[in-house]
């Protein structure tokens, strides 16, 4: 049966990043129906919506989506619910995309693209899931309401909820846990359960999942803890899952370990295993349209696609050899460029990728 994979390119370098992508994609010789819409300021642009709804079917209809970036600062002054931005928030929505799953990898090879020393890094590889549709970020109510009571009693006061059902919780475990199966079979769960009711409620579910993971060796970190560590000493995590807010905060962090954004791609995933792919770099509006931008971040969301929607693990690892293989070669784009090393373009990286999947 053919696959059908949505390609949103989007914004900026959005189209030149996913172009490359798509070749990597198509080269492997699967049986794919592979179909683009536009998205983001794009789609805005030709149909005064971010997200058109001919898009957001196509979305739906697919096993997996390709996304490349949305945003340009031509965009600012529309209001909110028009901005580009704005079609990924209605994609996670419409899909039921609640786990966010942000690998930080650091190519030996790119050892000095990171701030940190090279021994600290160097080699790292661990896996961020971030629970993406519950926390304070979504919870009720919220709002500025007058103190009742206590030492600020008539004052205003900006409020927000924090909650976490344990139907949400239980599902990003298992997501987790089954990430984990895959990778060194570590999992740690970082929360701040010694203040929060929500984060203790959310412990304690991890530990009853963690009984269907006999193989699987489960610990629990406070939020500020794994902060310091992950600086300290990142290697020693495989797999951290974590609630929405604490997870966007470590994910940026994790991110900047390896100092290298342009590499980093990363999946939302819903309970059926469809996916939305995409770099974790914005359109980078400063470098748009010349043909300079890393396509590697892209091109390894390809890989987490082909890993996570379409169980195809061979073609993934096919896709991460290739690039490892580019980067043994020399080549590099602006980016990570360094002395001693080749400089390449957007296209002729995808070139290197395509030669090097052979
Ligand atoms: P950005 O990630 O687009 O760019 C930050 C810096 O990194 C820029 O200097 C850029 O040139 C560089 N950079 C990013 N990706 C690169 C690549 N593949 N190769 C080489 N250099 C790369 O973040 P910024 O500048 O804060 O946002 C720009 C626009 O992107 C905004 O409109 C923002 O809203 C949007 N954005 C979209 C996201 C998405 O589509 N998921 C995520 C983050 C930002
Ligand atoms: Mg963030």
Partial sequence: MSHKIAVLPGDGIGTEITEQAVR???AL?????VQSAPVGGAAFDAHEHPLPPATLDLARNSAAILFGAV???KYDSLPRE???EQAILGLRKALGLFANLRPAILYPQLANASSLKPEVVSGLDILIVRELTGDIYFGQPRGVRQVEDGPYKGDRQGF???HYAETEVRRIAHVAFQAAQKRAKKLCSVDKANVLETSQFWRDIMIAVAAEYPDVELSHMYVDNAAMQLVRAPKA??????GNLFGDILSDE?????GSI???PSASLNSSNQGLYEPSHGSAPDIAGQNIANPLATILSVAMLLRYSLNEAGQAARIESAVQAVLEQGLRTADIHESGTTKVSTSQMGDAVLKALN
């Fill in 262 to 264: 342009g590499m980093l």
């Fill in 29 to 33: 010789g699967l049986d794919l129906d």
């Fill in 160 to 162: 927000d909820t924090m």
């Fill in 82 to 84: 028009l901005r580009p």
């Fill in 237 to 242: 995590f495989d797999v951290i899952v974590t």
């Fill in 71 to 73: 945003g340009d600062w």
């Fill in 254 to 258: 994790a991110a900047m370990l390896t």
């Fill in 24 to 26: 990597v994609l198509t």
